[in-house]
């Protein structure tokens, strides 16, 4: 079929109902992967499986009617971006002849190679890609699931409509209020983000509600990412705005009396925005992926592919990491180039080649000024996983407004690779 054709017959196709059709009824004549999880690493592995081979049949499940971005959110918490600054749809994918269905997927049966969507109807696969991100354990803090229901806390930590109603708390606190920061014990998504939430927040307290206060409550006993820089920042920037403890991990919350409840005190404040323990998403314990502290999926680093459910890889944040890698959007991004061209190999029965992917972490500690931190990380036959190449990477000289810059066009640039 002619690309101009075969591109009208996915549109045509592209409901969930019609793939559900196709999918257990018939066996699919050329190679489906079906890839789940629209964020940054299911985006890119989709788009990069067309790129590399356009004769595979490639099926993105999401959720989301639109991607949102968690990389600079926390700008949008200061107000200094917006929710569609953040945002972008997928038709970039489309156009590549990526069959783009709006549901969720509620079960994977790996002994049939299909996946259920929450809405009816099962889709067949020959591989299977997952990227669906994290969950919480909200059970390891007290009241906290009572609280969030309530509205009266958020973690925004995933971006979207709880970025936006943690922005309207801040709006509306008064002046001389005092917001709380609680941030879990890492391994967690994106190490210094909690930090640049921080700074971002601070910000706009100080230029907005100069009275008010921050509380940083760090369950890890110090900054965990960009330390000197960070508290080099608040020193200069933040004096008497934002205040940081260690080793202050929240137990409990008490919704109705604004309190966060450490192991010896008790922290009242306006808003509440604590970060619960996270863990892979609910789909990878579903699908029985999980493999480590109940928590997180192990993988063969070659390919991607699940430790314990042949087919299917997994990939970003719902990975156990290798040593010294960060959950992060571009760690995630580099994971779906591994899967895409391990899948390719395999189909065509070869082995997938050794791997080398590259993380490049921004963090805004001022509306103008931003840090970064990078690190390389290569296939290690000895050791059979990705370790960090010695002597690449490192963190900034200094804060400097060149590198907001160069945050601002990373996240263009990654957008644009997974999703245009
Ligand atoms: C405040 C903050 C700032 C950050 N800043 C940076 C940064 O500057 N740089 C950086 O590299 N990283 C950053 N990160 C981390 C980055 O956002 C994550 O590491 C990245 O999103 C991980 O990609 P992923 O594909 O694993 O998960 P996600 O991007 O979260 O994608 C998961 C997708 O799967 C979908 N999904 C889940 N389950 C299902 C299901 N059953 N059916 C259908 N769809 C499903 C979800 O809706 C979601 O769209 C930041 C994170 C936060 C919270």
Same mark, same amino acid.
């Given at each position: ?12 196709t ?10 257990c009824?018939s066996?699919?004549?050329r ?19 067309r790129?590399?081979?356009? +004769?595979?049949?490639v099926v ?8 949102t971005?968690?990389p ?6 200061g107000?200094?971006? @917006?929710?569609?600054?953040? +945002? ?7 156009r ?11 079960a994977?049966d790996?002994?049939? $190679? ?9 889709i067949a696969?020959?591989?299977?890609v ?5 969950d ?39 002046d001389?209020g005092?917001?709380?920061? +609680? ?8 190490p ?8 971002l927040i601070a910000?706009y307290?100080?230029q ?9 409550l760090d369950?890890?006993?110090?900054v ?6 960070? *508290? *080099? ?5 933040y ?19 604004g ?8 922290v $009242?404040?306006?808003v ?7 863990r892979?998403g609910?789909?990878?314990? $579903?699908?029985?992926l ?5 928590? #997180?999926?192990?993988?063969? #680093? ?5 430790k314990?459910?042949p087919?299917v890889h997994?990939?970003?944040d719902?990975?156990l @990491?290798?040593?010294?890698m960060? $959950?992060s959007?571009?760690?995630a ?7 895409a ?20 972490c ?7 000024e931003?840090i ?9 036959a ?8 010695p ?8 804060r ?14 990654i957008?644009?690779?997974?999703l @245009?």
């Amino acid at each position: 079929m002619s690309q101009f054709k075969r591109r009208d017959f996915l549109k045509l196709t592209a409901s969930a109902a019609a793939l559900a059709g196709l999918g257990c009824a018939s066996i699919p004549t050329r190679a489906r992967v079906v890839v789940v999880g629209g964020g940054f690493g299911g985006d890119t592995a989709a788009r990069y499986l067309r790129l590399w081979d356009p +004769s595979i049949d490639v099926v993105l499940i999401e959720r989301e009617s639109r991607f949102t971005s968690c990389p600079l959110s926390n700008l949008v918490l200061g107000g200094y971006a @917006s929710m569609q600054d953040i +945002s972008r749809d997928y038709d970039g994918l489309r156009r590549h002849g990526v069959q783009v269905v709006q549901d969720e997927v509620a079960a994977v049966d790996a002994a049939k $190679k299909s996946v259920r969507l929450a809405r009816g109807g099962d889709i067949a696969y020959e591989r299977l890609v997952v990227s669906p991100g994290i969950d919480f354990n909200f059970g390891e803090i007290h009241g906290y699931e009572a609280a969030m229901q309530s509205g009266r806390v958020l973690h925004a930590w995933k971006a979207g409509p709880q970025t936006e109603a943690l922005r309207k708390q801040l709006v509306e606190m008064r002046d001389g209020g005092v917001v709380v920061l +609680s941030i879990p014990l890492a391994p967690y998504r994106c190490p210094p983000g909690p930090y640049e939430r921080a700074s971002l927040i601070a910000a706009y307290l100080k230029q907005a509600k100069p009275r008010s206060k921050l509380l940083v409550l760090d369950a890890n006993p110090d900054v965990t990412s960009k330390g000197p820089l960070f *508290k *080099k920042a608040w020193a200069d920037f933040y004096k008497g705005t934002l205040e940081y403890r260690g080793n202050a991990k929240a137990v409990g919350i008490d919704a109705a009396n604004g309190t966060v409840k450490l192991e010896v005190e008790d922290v $009242k404040g306006d808003v509440l925005n604590v970060v619960p323990p996270q863990r892979a998403g609910d789909l990878a314990q $579903k699908a029985g992926l999980i493999t480590t502290n109940n928590r #997180w999926c192990d993988v063969d #680093w070659r390919s991607m592919e699940s430790k314990k459910v042949p087919g299917v890889h997994v990939l970003g944040d719902a990975t156990l @990491s290798a040593a010294l890698m960060p $959950k992060s959007g571009s760690m995630a991004n580099g994971h779906a180039k591994i899967a895409a061209a391990a899948i390719i190999e395999m189909l065509n029965g070869r082995a997938p080649v050794d791997p080398k992917i590259l993380n490049t972490c921004y963090s805004f500690v001022s509306p103008k000024e931003a840090i970064r931190v990078s690190s390389v990380h290569q296939w290690d036959a000895a050791k059979g996983t990705l370790l960090t190449v010695p002597g690449s990477g490192g963190v900034s000289a200094a804060r400097s407004e060149a590198e907001a810059a160069f945050a601002w066009d990373w996240a263009r640039n990654i957008w644009a690779d997974a999703l @245009s």
